[in-house]
Structures are given as C-alpha cells and as structure tokens.
C-alpha cells in the first residue's frame, strides 16, 4: 500500500514523508500538530484498523488538520476495503 502510494505521489512530483507515532503521543494536544510543521507536512494519512484512540479523532477535527484515514470506515475522508462485498 504505502510503495503505491509513494510511487503515484512521485510520478506527480509529490513526496510522502514517514512518521510512525506511538499512541501516547498521537493523543497529545499538542504533539500532532507540531509534527506537521516540523515536517512540513500538508497533512495526514492515518492507518488503523481498529482501536483507534478516540482523543486523537477530537484533536483531528478541533485541530482541523487535513488527514484520510486508510483502511478504516469513518464518516467521511476514508479509504477502505469492502471485504463484505470482496467475499
């Protein structure tokens, strides 16, 4: 998944940037935001498939920070598998 995305960003002359946070600090107020600027990064790509920590879902939306989440079926900005479908 992610070399296709790397390999459809560069042919657009984009690039992805790697960040792997434990969820101590993706539930911190003040952590995710600041990752993004260090970064310099436009937004997030969020893969979880399941417990996702709830206070980073709140910091997301209060925060308002551009993010899509893979592999997990949210109301809205998500990418995921139909594997009902799929069987």
Known sequence: ?????HDALAEREYHLTLCK????KLTDDGVVPKVLRELMAD???????????????ELIRNHQLP???????????????DDYDAA
């Open 21 to 24: 946070l434990p969820d101590e």
């Open 67 to 81: 993010a899509i989440w893979i592999n997990s079926r949210q109301e809205s900005d998500c990418v995921y598998p």
């Open 43 to 57: 937004g997030l790509l969020i893969d979880y498939t399941h417990r996702i920590p709830e206070r980073m879902v």
């Open 1 to 5: 998944l992610w070399d296709g995305i």
